[in-house]
């Protein structure tokens, strides 16, 4: 099996900053690319920052400039440095690792509320 487990999720006024990570483990190795989506109530589930091959990174229009991923040197973790937090931000995020073969496996999801 394979696990994907955010954290650092939690309440934050307007402007503040947060940071969520997200971990995998289990049976994967190797990984192409590790993100993050999000989903506001009556929303569907959106982009937010994926990282393939720990380098080439994508953004959402509504984070750049604001948000950063990164992953660490194996690139079993993925973190979401979220800066200039506004309340459109509010959503459960989701963690997302892609397989070599292009295998997506989800975590749970993680809240993140902005309040202004």
């Known amino acids: 099996q394979v696990q994907v487990v955010e954290s650092g999720g939690g309440l934050v006024q307007a402007g503040g900053s947060l940071r969520l990570s997200c971990l995998a483990s289990?049976?994967?190795?190797?990984?192409?690319?590790m993100g993050w989506y999000r989903q506001a109530p009556g929303k569907q589930r959106g982009l937010v920052a994926t990282?393939?091959?720990?380098?080439?990174?994508n953004y959402a229009d509504s984070v750049k400039g604001r948000f950063t991923i990164t992953t660490d040197n194996a690139k079993n973790t993925v973190s979401l440095q979220m800066d200039s937090l506004k309340p459109e931000d509010t959503a459960v995020y989701y963690c997302?690792?892609?397989?070599?073969?292009?295998?997506?496996?989800w975590g749970q999801g993680t809240q993140v509320t902005v309040s202004s």
């Open positions: 997302l690792v892609v397989d070599a073969g292009l295998t997506n496996y």
């Open positions: 289990g049976s994967i190795f190797s990984i192409h690319t």
């Open positions: 990282i393939t091959n720990g380098d080439s990174t």
